[in-house]
Structure formats: C-alpha cells, structure tokens
T-cell receptor, first 114, second 117 residues
Framework: AQTVTQSQPEMSVQEAETVTLSCTYDTSESDYYLFWYKQPPSRQMILVIRQEAYKQQNATENRFSVNFQKAAKSFSLKISDSQLGDAAMYFCAYKEGRDDKIIFGKGTRLHILP | GAVVSQHPSWVICKSGTSVKIECRSLDFQATTMFWYRQFPKQSLMLMATSNEGSKATYEQGVEKDKFLINHASLTLSTLTVTSAHPEDSSFYIC?????????????FGPGTRLTVL
C-alpha cells in the first residue's frame, strides 16, 4: 500500500528566511502525482504545489518550490522568503494516476517567527 | 478557482440524533466527491468516495450504516451521521473532483465541525 511520511511534526523559521519541509513516499507505481497542501487555522485546505511523477523538472509556484527525487521517493517543499501568512499545517499527499484517492501524510506544523 | 461549500460549518447535536452535512460544488460539476474526517492536530482520513448516481465506496473500518453518503446530483453530496455519539465528534471535510481519473485537482470545502453531546 502507498504511504506518505512526513518526519517533521513541527518546524519553525524566521520571517524572510527559507525553510524546507520533508516528505517521503512509498509506491510501486510509475504513474502518480504528488502534492503539498496548506491548512491554515481556518482549516480550509489549499493546494500549494503539485508535481507529476513523469516530469523531471521540479515544480515551482512563486516562493514555493519542490525538490522531487523520484529514485529516492522524496518530495520536499522549500518555502523562500517566509511570511507570517505561511504559518499553517502542511500536508504532503500522493495520488495514483488511475485513482481518484489522495493519501495524506501526517502533516508538519510550520511556525513563522517574526 | 473552483469553489466547494459545506453546510453547516458547525453543528452541535445530542447523542442519538442524526446529523446531515451537505457538500456542494458551486461552479463546476463534480463527478466524484470525497469525505474526510480530521481529528485535532491530525491528518485527513478518507472515509468514502462517492460518484454521482452510484453507491459510495467506503474505506476499510468506516461503518456504512453509521455514515450514510448520498451523491444525488453532480453538485451535491451529503453525509449523514446516524445515531451520533460523542466519539463521532470531529471535523468533517469534503472535496470534489471535476473529472474522473487523471490528476485533476480536488477542491476542498471549508469543513464542518461536529460536536456530539
């Protein structure tokens, strides 16, 4: 069965600094997608960034970028120039290409220090 | 972007009563909708997947008779917690996917907090 592991329950970063959140996953599939979701205190899930497994190029969305290491099954999220509004729970997630289900990791709570 | 709403946003009920939670896709048709449960400071746990016009597919360990799901139209799915008990208190989140399969994004509702007294 596919699993998603986030080994950092909590992290803190100084405002304007850069932080990297780790995620590893386990799958035997070749066709899949990876996501990072943000859940702020409002509890609304927000898609931060997504990566198709077949793409070698790492996805980037403004201050958010990923380091996708397919062979190592690693999918880390880098947040540059951290802002107070980035404080939230971040979930790494996996989805098989032929399936609709998303499997979430346990999450990493990110604190931004002013 | 696509918007998914949930109603109510919070509900308090007495033990033994049933509670219905609605999930609506406001500006797109959702072939598939998903219901998640989230305990405090924990991850989202998928409860069931529902496709319009067919029976929901429940995840292992989720009681079908306790959590009734109806996906009667392409814009509405409902979750009914029957004979609710305090252990059913949780945060329930729905999501909707515009197309079947592929990597189509799931759009999440704002969640419903259920408290059973």
């Amino acid at each position: 069965a596919q699993t998603v592991t986030q080994s950092q329950p909590e992290m803190s970063v100084q405002e304007a600094e850069t932080v990297t959140l780790s995620c590893t996953y386990d799958t035997s599939e070749s066709d899949y997608y990876l996501f990072w979701y943000k859940q702020p205190p409002s509890r609304q899930m927000i898609l931060v960034i997504r990566q198709e497994a077949y793409k070698q190029q790492n996805a980037t969305e403004n201050r958010f970028s990923v380091n996708f290491q397919k062979a190592a099954k690693s999918f880390s999220l880098k947040i540059s120039d951290s802002q107070l509004g980035d404080a939230a729970m971040y979930f790494c997630a996996y989805k098989e290409g032929r399936d609709d289900k998303i499997i979430f990791g346990k999450g990493t709570r990110l604190h931004i220090l002013p | 972007g696509a918007v998914v709403s949930q109603h109510p946003s919070w509900v308090i009920c007495k033990s033994g009563t049933s509670v219905k939670i609605e999930c609506r896709s406001l500006d797109f048709q959702a072939t598939t909708m998903f219901w998640y449960r989230q305990f405090p400071k924990q991850s989202l746990m998928l409860m069931a997947t529902s496709n319009e016009g067919s029976k929901a597919t429940y995840e292992q360990g989720v009681e079908k008779d306790k959590f009734l799901i109806n996906h009667a139209s392409l814009t509405l799915s409902t979750l009914t917690v029957t004979s609710a008990h305090p252990e059913d208190s949780s945060f329930y989140i729905c999501s909707a996917s515009p197309l079947a399969g592929g990597w189509d994004e799931q759009f999440f509702g704002p969640g419903t907090r259920l408290t059973v007294l």
